[in-house]
Each structure stands twice: as structure tokens, then as C-alpha cells.
């Protein structure tokens, strides 16, 4: 377990009770990756653990548009966020829907032959307002790139870069291998709306979402996020939202200067702005720097996951040109235990 996890050592998946094992149980009938590294590393957290996979399942997996479709808009999410981690996912997920050819073009980075599938890639790397998809596809389709862009920045901060054991996903018949035992579980049809009596918080659904399941899932993840601000003052939370908000989106933030402090200055402001802007570049001493007593493991998930929640919704006034909504409202407390401030 430890090689795959940076910075947490979270226990084995059958170890699991309570909701945190309900997830896991839905996670391996309905994604088919029992034990999947980027929810187990939020085992610390069950309203992140429970809100992450209901927006991924209720965008991704269920729903009538393409899985295909979806697959590489989330693959080209997980290229602009530069998380191989996610790209290999991605690129055995296609396998396991039988499109090897274009499982491979996508992994390598390169532009698909199909027009629909080049421009759904685009997409997925910019998400902007040009959507090429019927209007009715709207909550899966952008549900899927924002559940991406939150879960490519809790992996990169939190996982290592291999996605199977010992890095065997480099080898492209490994790779095929992978997906074809997957083949199975992706051609279910799934029904909506399974994963929402999981949830142990609550938010507003956003307008982009309809009536979808999508919506009170992002609604819910939204609000377990922002809990992550309450390890900061208030001065610093403001610090941190302003500093995303101003992002063009795209620009990693600079490791010196450009509004990116010192870890001697105000360590938990400098790992939330590099889980929302540049997570690959979180560094051991960066950690080290802020994980101190009390602050625990479930501390750091959260602070990553404010970080990241901040860069998503960056992502969604662009896209939708909704305003950020702020530290939302969790159903059970709106502190996290302990309440560590800097």
C-alpha cells in the first residue's frame, strides 16, 4: 500500500466499514477497479470519499451518452492537468470498451482519426463554451471533466505516477490485458442516481447539471472540499481563492514569486495553491513543512482537496460563467477535527 501512496498510509480496501465500505463495494461492481488508489487515498475523508465517487459515477458511468465519449474527455482533462496517472486510466478504460486503436492514439498524447473523437479531446483540454455535444449530455459531459479535474490533482499530490503495480501500464499489451478484464463492467448500463444515498454532505446542485444526479453529487463534493479552507485562517482561505480565481487556467504557478510563498512563510497557503495549480510539482519538504501535530493525514487530504476544489470551480466560471460558490453549507459540522490554523 505505501508504494503507491505518498504521503498517507490509509488501509486496505476489505478493511473498510460503514459507508467507506458501501463505496468500495459500488466502486468495484460499477467501475470495476476494486480498490482503486485515487478513492482509498481518500479513505480519511468519507464526505470526500462519498462526494468524488458520486460525481464520477453519476457523470461518467451512468447516463445515456458514449462511454467512449467520455472516456476521452477525460483523458484529455488528464493531459492538460499533466497526471500520467489518470492518462493510463483512461487509456485502459478505451481498451476495456474495445477501441484499442484509439486507446493508444489517446495515450501517446496524439489526435485521433475520427473528427467527433478530436474535437471531444480538444475539449476535454480546454472545456470551454464551444461544447461538441447534444445539449441533453450536458451534466455527463461536463460532470466528467470537472470530476477530473479534481481527482488528476488529488492523484498527482497524493499517488505516485504508476497506475498498475511495478509501472506495467508502460506496456501496451499489458495495457490491452487490463481493459479486456474490464470489458465486461464498462458495457453495463448502470441506473442514475445509485451513489446519492451515500452522500454525508449536501450543496447546491449547479445550473449546468439539470435535474441530473450530477448535480447534487457536485453539489456534495463541492461542500467536503471547502471544509478544507477551515485549516486556514480566513485571511490565508481568501488568499488562496483570490490567487486561483485570477488564474488564466492554464500557467502552472511559478515556484518563486508570483503569489506562491515560501513553505518558512505560510506552508499550508503554498501546498493549496500547488494542489490547485501545479500539484506534480508538491514536494516532500512541502509536506513536511506544514504536516505537522496536530495536523494528520485526514488534515492533508482536506487541504489538497480545497486546493483542488478551488481550481475546479476556476475551470466552471470559464466554462459556465457561474461565480464560485464559496465554503458551501456540509450537512454533519463545518470544521475539521483538529481545527489547526497557522
Given at each position: 500500500?505505501t508504494?503507491?501512496?505518498?504521503?498517507?498510509?490509509p488501509a486496505?480496501?476489505?478493511?473498510a466499514?460503514?459507508?467507506t465500505?458501501e463505496?468500495?463495494?459500488?466502486l468495484?461492481?460499477?467501475f470495476g477497479?476494486?480498490?482503486a488508489?485515487?478513492?482509498?487515498v481518500?479513505?480519511?475523508?468519507?464526505?470526500?470519499l462519498?462526494?468524488t465517487w458520486?460525481v464520477?459515477r453519476?457523470s461518467?458511468?451512468?447516463?445515456s451518452?458514449?462511454?467512449?465519449d467520455?472516456?476521452?474527455?477525460?483523458?484529455g482533462v488528464?493531459?492538460?492537468?499533466?497526471?500520467?496517472?489518470?492518462?493510463?486510466a483512461?487509456?485502459?478504460?478505451?481498451?476495456?470498451?474495445?477501441?484499442?486503436?484509439l486507446?493508444?492514439?489517446v495515450g501517446?498524447?496524439?489526435?485521433?482519426?475520427?473528427?467527433?473523437?478530436r474535437r471531444l479531446?480538444?475539449?476535454?483540454?480546454r472545456?470551454?463554451e464551444?461544447r461538441?455535444?447534444?445539449?441533453?449530455?450536458?451534466?455527463?459531459?461536463?460532470?466528467t471533466?470537472l470530476?477530473?479535474?479534481f481527482?488528476?490533482r488529488?492523484?498527482s499530490?497524493?499517488?505516485?505516477?504508476?497506475?498498475?503495480?511495478?509501472?506495467v501500464q508502460k506496456?501496451?499489451a499489458?495495457?490491452s490485458m487490463a481493459?479486456?478484464t474490464?470489458?465486461?463492467?464498462?458495457?453495463?448500463e448502470?441506473?442514475?442516481?445509485d451513489?446519492?444515498?451515500?452522500l454525508e454532505?449536501a450543496?447546491?446542485?449547479?445550473?449546468?447539471?439539470?435535474?441530473s444526479?450530477?448535480?447534487?453529487?457536485?453539489?456534495?463534493?463541492?461542500t467536503?472540499?471547502h471544509m478544507?479552507?477551515?485549516l486556514l485562517?480566513?485571511?490565508?482561505a481568501a488568499y488562496v481563492?483570490?490567487?486561483?480565481?485570477?488564474w488564466?487556467g492554464?500557467?502552472?504557478?511559478p515556484?518563486?514569486?508570483?503569489?506562491?510563498?515560501?513553505?518558512?512563510?505560510?506552508?499550508g497557503?503554498?501546498?493549496?495553491?500547488?494542489a490547485?495549480l501545479a500539484p506534480?510539482?508538491?514536494?516532500?519538504?512541502?509536506?513536511a513543512?506544514?504536516?505537522v501535530?496536530?495536523?494528520?493525514?485526514?488534515c492533508?487530504?482536506?487541504?489538497?482537496a480545497?486546493?483542488?476544489i478551488?481550481?475546479?470551480?476556476?475551470?466552471?466560471s470559464?466554462?459556465?460563467?457561474?461565480?464560485?460558490?464559496?465554503?458551501?453549507?456540509?450537512?454533519?459540522g463545518?470544521?475539521?477535527?483538529p481545527?489547526?490554523?497557522e
Amino acid at each position: 500500500m505505501t508504494r503507491t501512496y505518498r504521503y498517507t498510509t490509509p488501509a486496505p480496501p476489505k478493511a473498510a466499514t460503514g459507508v467507506t465500505a458501501e463505496v468500495f463495494a459500488q466502486l468495484s461492481t460499477d467501475f470495476g477497479f476494486e480498490g482503486a488508489p485515487a478513492f482509498v487515498v481518500l479513505t480519511a475523508s468519507p464526505p470526500l470519499l462519498t462526494g468524488t465517487w458520486a460525481v464520477l459515477r453519476e457523470s461518467l458511468l451512468a447516463g445515456s451518452a458514449s462511454r467512449v465519449d467520455k472516456e476521452v474527455v477525460a483523458a484529455g482533462v488528464s493531459l492538460a492537468n499533466r497526471c500520467p496517472f489518470c492518462v493510463d486510466a483512461h487509456t485502459v478504460l478505451l481498451h476495456a470498451t474495445g477501441e484499442h486503436g484509439l486507446a493508444e492514439t489517446v495515450g501517446r498524447g496524439e489526435e485521433p482519426a475520427d473528427p467527433r473523437h478530436r474535437r471531444l479531446l480538444a475539449w476535454g483540454k480546454r472545456m470551454d463554451e464551444e461544447r461538441p455535444f447534444a445539449a441533453q449530455h450536458t451534466p455527463e459531459f461536463i460532470g466528467t471533466g470537472l470530476a477530473f479535474h479534481f481527482i488528476n490533482r488529488i492523484v498527482s499530490a497524493l499517488l505516485t505516477e504508476d497506475m498498475l503495480p511495478g509501472g506495467v501500464q508502460k506496456y501496451r499489451a499489458l495495457r490491452s490485458m487490463a481493459g479486456r478484464t474490464l470489458s465486461r463492467t464498462v458495457r453495463r448500463e448502470l441506473p442514475p442516481g445509485d451513489s446519492l444515498r451515500l452522500l454525508e454532505t449536501a450543496g447546491p446542485a449547479p445550473a449546468w447539471a439539470g435535474d441530473s444526479p450530477v448535480g447534487p453529487a457536485f453539489g456534495a463534493l463541492r461542500t467536503a472540499a471547502h471544509m478544507g479552507a477551515g485549516l486556514l485562517s480566513d485571511e490565508d482561505a481568501a488568499y488562496v481563492r483570490r490567487t486561483v480565481a485570477a488564474w488564466d487556467g492554464v500557467s502552472p504557478l511559478p515556484l518563486s514569486g508570483g503569489g506562491l510563498p515560501g513553505r518558512d512563510e505560510r506552508p499550508g497557503v503554498r501546498l493549496a495553491l500547488l494542489a490547485a495549480l501545479a500539484p506534480y510539482r508538491i514536494t516532500d519538504e512541502d509536506v513536511a513543512a506544514w504536516l505537522v501535530p496536530p495536523r494528520s493525514e485526514h488534515c492533508l487530504v482536506h487541504l489538497i482537496a480545497f486546493g483542488a476544489i478551488c481550481a475546479v470551480e476556476r475551470v466552471e466560471s470559464a466554462l459556465t460563467g457561474a461565480a464560485p460558490h464559496g465554503d458551501g453549507a456540509p450537512v454533519r459540522g463545518d470544521r475539521l477535527s483538529p481545527p489547526a490554523r497557522e
